[in-house]
């Protein structure tokens, strides 16, 4: 029997000034977890995805997209979820992620990127980020 690995994080925005401009951001990361194909061999579907677009509440500034997923010993193929999530987020409106990798065999791991300008667009050239990677024993 394989043992189990949970996935779990998330992705924020940053504060924009003008409503106009926060609005069409949020649509813009919408529209792209929407686009999230769900094929047996991509580690990141549009169903393990969610956020609110509109400010009711749970938001308030600042969109959070929160994700999670189960998957059978996903530690070792992470540098092929890692790759995709950091293609998803090259396509996102961001300014830090999490992800928390929880495994049977080798504990919890934790994850995180911050866009060294602040915030991060889709189409800007290469990501530009700082990885930070934590082990709990």
Do not use: K
Request: net charge negative; hydrophobic share 40%; proline share 4%.
């Amino acid at each position: 029997m394989q043992s189990e690995s949970i996935v779990y994080g998330s992705i924020q925005d940053w504060p924009a000034a003008d409503a106009e401009q926060t609005l069409l951001r949020r649509a813009s990361n919408r529209q792209v977890l929407d686009s999230l194909a769900h094929e047996p061999w991509d580690f990141l579907g549009r169903q393990m995805f969610a956020c609110q677009q509109l400010p009711e509440r749970g938001l308030y500034l600042t969109q959070v997209i929160h994700f999670g997923a189960s998957y059978a010993n996903i530690e070792y193929e992470w540098s092929l979820w890692i790759e995709q999530f950091e293609a998803l987020l090259r396509r996102l409106y961001w300014s830090s992620a999490v992800v928390h990798l929880t495994t049977e065999l080798n504990g919890t791991h934790t994850f995180r990127w911050h866009s060294e300008q602040g915030g991060s667009a889709p189409q800007e050239g290469p990501l530009r980020l700082r990885c930070v990677w934590e082990r709990e024993a």
